[in-house]
């Protein structure tokens, strides 16, 4: 995170504010977005498509009309397609330029062809909008654990565990959460925030 806190802030300098010229400049944040994504993507089955003829894939007969499910996580963490596919590396991006809307088959996090996302590229700049904003503005720090100490393996369900902060008492509590309760929600360890001078 330092590394890209260290850009955002070189490209935007004495400015009060990040402006849209200065996020096409940040390579290595572009570089950590993607990496992000590649590990994490939004949807990790991509919407099903449906064969429209019999087709020979491999070993495979896949015949007429057979609906097709692709896995973008298992694609996107492949060990043939990356090294080290299980770790978070921004920096596998800095020469290898794959592009996150589609068209490198390797990295589909938002889908490919007609059936890809329609709201790719308002996500992809309020994203980099968002991000550099936090960067800039924020000095992030681990309250009270070291970054090593962190459980960021991934759960499976309509539910995981978080922290909430009552608004009554501004105590700190363990509950389960919906995906509507996310704003909520704190998917780590309490981070403290200070305002950068």
């Known amino acids: 995170m330092k590394k890209a806190q260290e850009e955002v802030r070189k490209v935007v ?54 609906k097709v499910f692709i896995n973008a996580w298992a694609i996107q963490k492949d060990p043939e397609l990356w090294e080290d596919p299980e770790e978070f590396i921004p920096e596998r991006f800095e020469k290898n330029q794959v592009d996150v809307r589609g068209l490198d088959f390797k990295l589909i996090p938002f889908g490919i062809g007609r059936r890809g996302c329609p709201g790719i590229s308002f996500g992809l700049v309020s994203t980099e909008y968002v991000l550099a904003n936090l960067l800039y503005w924020f000095d992030w720090k681990l309250h009270g654990q070291d970054a090593c100490s962190i459980d960021m393996s991934e759960m499976c369900g309509l539910t995981s565990d978080c922290v909430l902060l009552s608004s009554d008492t501004g105590q700190f509590s363990k509950a389960n959460c919906l995906p509507t309760d996310l704003a909520y929600c704190l998917s780590f360890p309490l981070a403290k925030l200070e305002l950068a001078s």
């Open 13 to 66: 300098g004495r400015k009060s504010k990040v402006e849209e010229n200065d996020v096409n400049q940040m390579n290595y944040l572009n570089c950590v977005i993607k990496e992000t994504l590649r590990l994490h993507p939004p949807v990790p089955l991509l919407i099903p498509r449906q064969t429209t003829s019999s087709v020979k894939l491999k070993s495979f007969d896949i015949p007429l009309k057979t």
